[in-house]
């Protein structure tokens, strides 16, 4: 049975830090690219980070340069290093894993979720 984690939910003010994770099981988990969405009230859900197998990353436009995606294999865990955070990046973010290894921002090529963690940051 897969199963995705999150954790590292928090609330901070703007230009504070947090740090997600992702714990994996039930399949073998550099098998799978992996990544990060996230979803506010009223919004759309956005890709945020996404790592494949082989360490190759991609960002959000809107991420870039604040926030870092990494993995540890041997503890089947994925992180999200969230720096200078603003008011914008409060929502609902969940882990995601794909097949695809050419790293998609886009959730219709993730076939399994986790059940979210909350991040909110006040001004």
């Known amino acids: 049975q897969v199963r995705l984690v999150e954790s590292g939910r928090g609330s901070v003010q703007a230009g504070g830090s947090l740090r997600l994770s992702c714990v994996a099981s039930?399949?073998?988990?550099?098998?799978?690219?992996m990544a990060w969405f996230r979803q506010a009230p009223g919004r759309e859900r956005e890709g945020v980070a996404a790592?494949?197998?082989?360490?190759?990353?991609s960002y959000a436009n809107s991420v870039k340069g604040r926030f870092t995606i990494s993995q540890d294999d041997a503890k089947n865990t994925l992180y999200l290093q969230m720096n200078n955070l603003n008011p914008e990046d409060s929502a609902m973010y969940y882990c995601?894993?794909?097949?695809?290894?050419?790293?998609?921002?886009?959730?219709?090529?993730?076939?399994?979720w986790g059940q979210g963690t909350q991040v909110t940051v006040s001004s």
């Open positions: 790592i494949n197998r082989n360490g190759r990353t």
């Open positions: 039930g399949y073998p988990y550099r098998s799978y690219s």
């Open positions: 995601a894993r794909t097949q695809a290894d050419w790293v998609p921002l886009i959730g219709n090529f993730y076939n399994s």
